[in-house]
């Protein structure tokens, strides 16, 4: 689920291909001794993973009050990033069955076309952050980028009192260099349907193609 700190009253809302995984580890270290909410942990299935803002606080009212952040990322990048992580290369397992519904398209444009129309569009990984992020009554206190991540961190860390620089495993490495290749695998077509899609997610985080 969610990293919730009692302690320190913050509240980690992980976005999927947002660096969540290198956060929640940054976040552990950062609360060594601290009265926290983690359930599953690293090993938690992704609708507690990934659990929403809204999520969060209808299972911890007392959170609604606490400072609130997560990471977005450009809909286009992170959308192939997704489609490279799950695209089911090597068979599919019983964790991830609802993978299959990749092998319907013939290429990575068919699948950006039809995505709307696809049950992938309601995958919790797949989810617009927009949605993830919304709150009834109040706003995500702190939401920093991808794209900044290293930037946006430090200033995260000071509002925090964090003691520790991130740490990132060597995926994200990768992904900050090559994040602008993205615009390789896509076309007009492509696009249009993608950012259609996320649509508010462009609107709300102030992303372009």
Known sequence: MAFVNHTKKFVFIANARCACTSMYKQLEKESEGDSIEWEGGLKAYPPQYHMSAKNVVKEFPETEKYFKFAFVRNPWSRFLSLFNQFYPRYGISNYDKWAAEFLKYQSFKDLCVDFKNSSLSSQIHFLPLSDQ???????????????????????????????????????????????????EFYDKESIEAIGDFYKNDLKSFDYKF
Do not use: Q
């Open 133 to 183: 992020l919304s709150l009834a009554n109040n706003k995500v206190d702190f939401i920093g980028k991808f794209e900044n991540l290293l930037d946006d961190y430090s200033i995260l860390s000071k509002t925090l009192n964090f003691k520790n620089n991130l740490n990132f495993h060597e995926n994200n490495k990768s992904h900050l260099r090559n994040d602008k290749t993205y615009r």
